[in-house]
C-alpha cells in the first residue's frame, strides 16, 4: 500500500515539474502563427445548416509547448484542427 502512495505521489510530481517546465519554456519563446481557415455555419429556419466556406483565411497565435498557455492554443493542436467553425 505505502508502494502505491509513493508511486502516484512520484507520478503526480513528474506531472507538476513537466507542467512547470513547459510553462516556463512558453514564456521565454515567441509566440508562433498558424493559418486558420474559418467557415460559418448559418442555421435556417427550416432546421438545416447551411455552410459558408467563401471567408479569407486568418492567422492565429499559438504557443511552441506541449500545453496551451497564456490564453493561446498550442501550435501542434492548432496545425490539426486549422478548421474554425462560427455558428451563426
Same mark, same amino acid.
Given at each position: ?20 517546465? %513547459? ?6 519563446? +515567441? ?7 474559418? =467557415?460559418?455555419?448559418? *442555421? ?15 492567422? %492565429? ?6 500545453? +496551451? ?7 501542434? =493542436?492548432?496545425?490539426? *484542427? ?7
Amino acid at each position: 500500500m505505502a508502494t502505491l502512495v509513493r508511486a502516484i505521489l512520484s507520478l503526480l510530481a513528474l506531472f507538476a515539474a513537466v507542467y512547470c517546465a %513547459d510553462y516556463l519554456a512558453a514564456r521565454s519563446y +515567441p509566440l508562433g502563427s498558424v493559418q486558420v481557415q474559418p =467557415y460559418y455555419a448559418i *442555421h435556417l429556419k427550416n432546421k438545416k445548416v447551411e455552410f459558408d466556406f467563401n471567408v479569407p483565411p486568418e492567422t %492565429d497565435p499559438c504557443v511552441q509547448s506541449i500545453a +496551451p498557455h497564456l490564453g493561446y492554443p498550442a501550435c501542434w =493542436y492548432l496545425k490539426r *484542427h486549422a478548421n474554425k467553425r462560427i455558428d451563426e
